[in-house]
């Protein structure tokens, strides 16, 4: 289907109009619209010229779909006491250097309502958002899932494993060196942090201990994603 004839035959059957009265009304001529609904061999070329006066004729903008809404858009004005805003710094975990630590250019923000942030146990002051890159937490995390981190809990509680249940680790964000990443992270005896990727068949699990345990950096605590679908 030409999306151009589909827009102006609705453009003509709203105004009551004709293919020759509409070609008439524009070019002065019968045969405008009767020429664009001839069949060719490749590429159809329009007149431009003329597409755009028939626009005019028909009320169509000229991109040629129903008019656009241009009504204004009214401000939103949220109460500071009700809602915290929290910034979306220009870091992505997994891949990149930086941290979130509140130093880096921030993107834009999201708004959450004090309440919710409150049952999640996250201050605003310690709230960061950021974006996740990579494979490597699929399916829990896509690639472009914005996180919400809490810096104020960097501490990975250490947790005996019965090797007869699942796994129970909460997800981080780390910063190895010049990399940030995120993982699951758990805390063993004597201090080896296993990081681990819900994707385990692609990224198996990594162990930390000594002195490369205590150079991992822990951001902060994972607790809440945001993902976009389609």
């Known amino acids: 289907m030409d999306p151009i004839l589909d827009a102006i035959d609705q453009a003509l059957k709203r105004k009551e109009l004709s293919d020759a009265a509409a070609s008439r009304m524009a070019v002065g ?4 619209i009767k020429n664009l609904r001839q069949p060719r061999d490749g590429e159809k070329r329009y007149n431009l010229p003329a597409l755009i006066k028939l626009a005019d004729v028909l009320g169509l903008e000229f991109y040629y779909g129903p008019p656009r809404d241009t009504a204004t858009v009214e401000p939103v ?10 910034p979306l710094h ?31 146990g ?25 996180v919400l981190i809490d810096i104020g809990r960097k501490t990975v509680p250490a947790r005996p494993r019965d090797p007869e249940k699942p796994l129970h ?20 005896k004597l201090g080896r942090l296993i990081l681990h990727s819900d994707n385990s ?15 991992l950096d822990v951001i902060g605590k994972v607790v809440w994603s945001g993902h976009r679908w389609g």
């Open 90 to 120: 220009e870091v992505e975990l997994a891949a990149g250097a930086g941290a979130v630590s509140g130093d880096e250019e921030i993107s834009g923000e999201l708004v959450f309502k004090r309440s919710w942030l409150r049952r999640v």
């Open 77 to 86: 004005i949220l109460d500071a006491e009700e809602y915290a805003k929290v």
């Open 29 to 32: 001529h019968s045969s405008l």
């Open 201 to 215: 068949m692609m990224f198996p699990a990594e162990v930390r201990e000594g002195h490369d345990a205590r150079e």
């Open 122 to 146: 996250v201050s605003p002051a310690n709230a960061r958002l950021a974006r996740v890159r990579g494979e490597s937490m699929e399916p829990t995390l896509k690639d472009g899932d914005v």
């Open 169 to 188: 680790a909460d997800l981080y964000a780390l910063r190895e060196g010049d990399q940030l990443r995120i993982k699951r992270v758990e805390h063993s």
